[in-house]
């Protein structure tokens, strides 16, 4: 038995070994777990977040810039338009369109056939503001093409569909009781127009890892091509690419990052091909240095000899043994793909409002630092500082565990 498992290890390949030693570093580690709740959080998406509409963008001014743990009662008035079922990953992804609209109250109470408000207001000793709305108004989802009658305790009227309906008046009133009267708690509060704190920072995640991810890859397509080619060939190619990248390494990468939105245009997509367009030198420089460093091996030189023609050997014999290097740029990249992305938002040339980046939050709020809302502006840095640093441990750690010289 001991044999079998002496054997097993040895035959172990270097990235189980690697894998190996990365755990034993512990704070890397728990950065690795962050980064996947971070993950779940962005694929869940509107499946998890307590505002469920496209961008977490519902919108309530009168309860604008609460803090954490607010509470309040809300009428919710059936909005005069069809609403069309949403699959589960269509929402997902894209969120739902609410069909209710939601009216902060104070109280409300019924007389006779009226339904009677008390408006929302927190300021103490302030005279309270009454409205007075018709139950049908409430209930209805289609609006009716007559007056509404009120005769005998019920209400009568006529769709715009031609049917005519009755509701008596105890049936309305318990109606509106049960199924439009809600109690909503922000645990975060909610930002200066009203919108819910948590739900923007938690859509926020998917933002920034969209903007990461994709801007990575970006830069790996460009960056492995380029370097892989130039340490390949040498020569007057590797003369050209290397004037190419030196002449992008001399431009500052957020100088850069806005020529390049600027040319584009803004928006999110935009600004994924911006940020990728910006990290593929460092990439190719690293690959470039492997690629120089292996062509010259025994088993690149059998290929050769073989027959093989050169993008099988780049692809198949070289680059997959320059691979550990790229893995700890990439995550490092990512963490700068992130900080730029927060950076370009809040300068408000990167994701458009109502797109909800962690930058853009920090933009709209910053004014409420020397204010009791600090948070508002905090919250979302604390998420740019948590992700980038996360992804720097990461990094760190997966740079020792690759460190062949340490691996036995």
């Given at each position: 038995?001991?044999?079998?498992?002496?054997?097993?290890?040895?035959?172990?390949?270097?990235?189980?070994?690697?894998?190996?030693?990365?755990?034993?570093?512990?704070?890397?580690?728990?950065?690795?777990?962050?980064?996947?709740?971070?993950?779940?959080?962005?694929?869940?998406?509107?499946?998890?977040?307590?505002?469920?509409?496209?961008?977490?963008?519902?919108?309530?001014?009168?309860?604008?810039?609460?803090?954490?743990?607010?509470?309040?009662?809300?009428?919710?008035?059936?909005?005069?338009?069809?609403?069309?079922?949403?699959?589960?990953?269509?929402?997902?992804?894209?969120?739902?369109?609410?069909?209710?609209?939601?009216?902060?109250?104070?109280?409300?109470?019924?007389?006779?056939?009226?339904?009677?408000?008390?408006?929302?207001?927190?300021?103490?000793?302030?005279?309270?503001?009454?409205?007075?709305?018709?139950?049908?108004?409430?209930?209805?989802?289609?609006?009716?093409?007559?007056?509404?009658?009120?005769?005998?305790?019920?209400?009568?009227?006529?769709?715009?569909?031609?049917?005519?309906?009755?509701?008596?008046?105890?049936?309305?009133?318990?109606?509106?009781?049960?199924?439009?009267?809600?109690?909503?708690?922000?645990?975060?509060?909610?930002?200066?127009?009203?919108?819910?704190?948590?739900?923007?920072?938690?859509?926020g995640t998917r933002i920034s890892l969209s903007v990461g991810f994709?801007?990575?890859?970006?830069?790996?397509?460009?960056?492995?091509?380029?370097?892989?080619?130039?340490?390949?060939?040498?020569?007057?190619?590797?003369?050209?690419?290397?004037?190419?990248?030196?002449?992008?390494?001399?431009?500052?990468?957020?100088?850069?990052?806005?020529?390049?939105?600027?040319?584009?245009?803004?928006?999110?997509?935009?600004?994924?091909?911006?940020?990728?367009?910006?990290?593929?030198?460092?990439?190719?420089?690293?690959?470039?240095?492997?690629?120089?460093?292996?062509?010259?091996?025994?088993?690149?030189?059998?290929?050769?000899?073989?027959?093989?023609?050169?993008?099988?050997?780049?692809?198949?014999?070289?680059l997959p043994n320059a691979m550990n290097p790229v893995i700890i740029?990439?995550?490092?990249n990512f963490a700068t793909a992130i900080l730029l992305e927060a950076?370009?938002?809040?300068?408000?040339?990167?994701?458009?409002?109502?797109?909800?980046?962690?930058?853009?939050?920090?933009?709209?709020?910053?004014?409420?630092?020397?204010?009791?809302?600090?948070?508002?502006?905090?919250?979302?840095?604390?998420?740019?500082?948590?992700?980038?640093?996360?992804?720097?441990?990461?990094?760190?750690?997966?740079?020792?565990?690759?460190?062949?010289?340490?691996?036995?």
């Open positions: 038995m001991k044999f079998k498992n002496r054997n097993k290890k040895e035959s172990s390949s270097l990235n189980y070994l690697a894998w190996q030693k990365f755990k034993k570093n512990k704070i890397s580690l728990f950065a690795l777990y962050i980064i996947i709740s971070a993950l779940f959080i962005g694929m869940l998406g509107y499946l998890i977040t307590p505002d469920k509409t496209s961008f977490a963008n519902n919108q309530i001014l009168e309860i604008s810039v609460k803090k954490p743990g607010f509470k309040c009662t809300f009428l919710k008035v059936q909005r005069n338009e069809q609403t069309q079922n949403t699959g589960l990953f269509q929402k997902m992804i894209y969120g739902a369109k609410d069909e209710f609209t939601y009216i902060p109250i104070n109280n409300y109470h019924f007389e006779n056939e009226k339904l009677i408000i008390e408006e929302f207001n927190d300021i103490e000793n302030e005279e309270a503001f009454y409205k007075e709305l018709n139950p049908i108004d409430v209930i209805a989802k289609i609006k009716y093409d007559s007056d509404i009658i009120f005769e005998n305790n019920t209400f009568y009227y006529t769709k715009l569909s031609g049917k005519t309906s009755e509701l008596a008046l105890t049936e309305a009133q318990d109606i509106v009781t049960e199924d439009h009267i809600t109690t909503k708690r922000f645990l975060f509060g909610t930002d200066r127009f009203g919108r819910d704190l948590l739900s923007r920072l938690l859509i994709i801007s990575v890859i970006i830069s790996l397509l460009i960056g492995i091509t380029l370097g892989a080619i130039a340490g390949y060939f040498k020569g007057y190619v590797d003369d050209i690419i290397m004037w190419l990248i030196n002449v992008i390494w001399s431009i500052p990468t957020l100088l850069m990052v806005i020529a390049i939105t600027l040319v584009i245009g803004k928006g999110f997509w935009q600004i994924f091909i911006a940020v990728g367009l910006t990290m593929w030198v460092e990439v190719a420089r690293v690959v470039r240095g492997q690629v120089l460093s292996i062509r010259e091996k025994e088993y690149v030189e059998a290929a050769r000899a073989l027959g093989y023609n050169n993008s099988r050997i780049i692809f198949k014999h070289i740029i990439s995550a490092a950076g370009l938002s809040f300068l408000g040339i990167g994701v458009q409002p109502p797109v909800p980046s962690w930058g853009t939050m920090i933009k709209e709020h910053y004014g409420y630092i020397i204010m009791d809302k600090a948070y508002l502006a905090i919250l979302p840095g604390i998420a740019i500082t948590l992700m980038v640093l996360c992804f720097t441990l990461v990094g760190s750690g997966l740079r020792d565990a690759f460190d062949t010289k340490s691996i036995s």
